[in-house]
Structures are given as C-alpha cells and as structure tokens.
C-alpha cells in the first residue's frame, strides 16, 4: 500500500541481495475509494464498518450499530432500530473472519 501510494516499485534487489516478494494486496482502492458505487467496507477483529455504518462486536451477545455521518462520536446504538443492517455487518465481518 505504502509503496503504491508513493508511486514506487518493489526492488527484486537490495545491496546484493534477492528480496523475497511481497504478499497480500493494497489497501489503496479501500483508501481511496475507488469504486464510487459501493461503499467502502472495512473489518477489524472486533468491528465492521460499510459507509457511514459501523457494527462494534466487543460483546458478541449485543452489537452496537452507529451512524457515523450523524454520530461520529459512537453514542447512539441503532442495532435495535436496524436488525437487518446489524445482520449483513455481521455476516459481512464473519466471512472475514471465518473460523479456519
């Protein structure tokens, strides 16, 4: 991601030696979001976040739903209001983090 953003490649070479190639992909499409039409979605091990919704999973028996373009400052839980938003973050953050 580092690299991309600073319009840079990756050496195959460094004093000498071979550098093992990296893994993983760039996190810059999810930075810039690149894809106007859909949200950007991010998951974290206790969280999820798709556009301005943001599910927080501290306490898996009752998720907290926040607003954030009204809410920034996460003090007004919605998951009563919106269970379906609640379920498709859930299942959004557990395809993530699927038991392996």
């Avoid at 093992?20 to 999810?30: D, Y």
């Avoid at 301005?52 to 028996?61: C, D, F, H, I, Y």
């Avoid at 907290?64 to 007004?76: A, F, H, I, T, V």
Wanted: with cysteine; hydrophobic share 35%; net charge positive.
């Amino acid at each position: 991601t580092c690299l991309e953003l600073a319009n840079v490649t990756y050496p195959s070479q460094f004093r000498s030696r071979t550098l093992i190639s990296m893994a993983g992909q760039s996190l810059s499409p999810a930075l810039y979001n690149a894809d106007q039409k859909k949200p950007r979605v991010l998951v974290w091990p206790k969280a999820a976040r798709c556009g301005e919704w943001k599910l927080g999973l501290e306490n898996r028996q009752s998720p907290e739903l926040y607003q954030l373009s009204q809410d920034r400052n996460e003090k007004q839980n919605l998951a009563a209001e919106f269970p379906d938003r609640v379920s498709r973050l859930t299942q959004i953050h557990a395809n993530r983090f699927s038991r392996r």
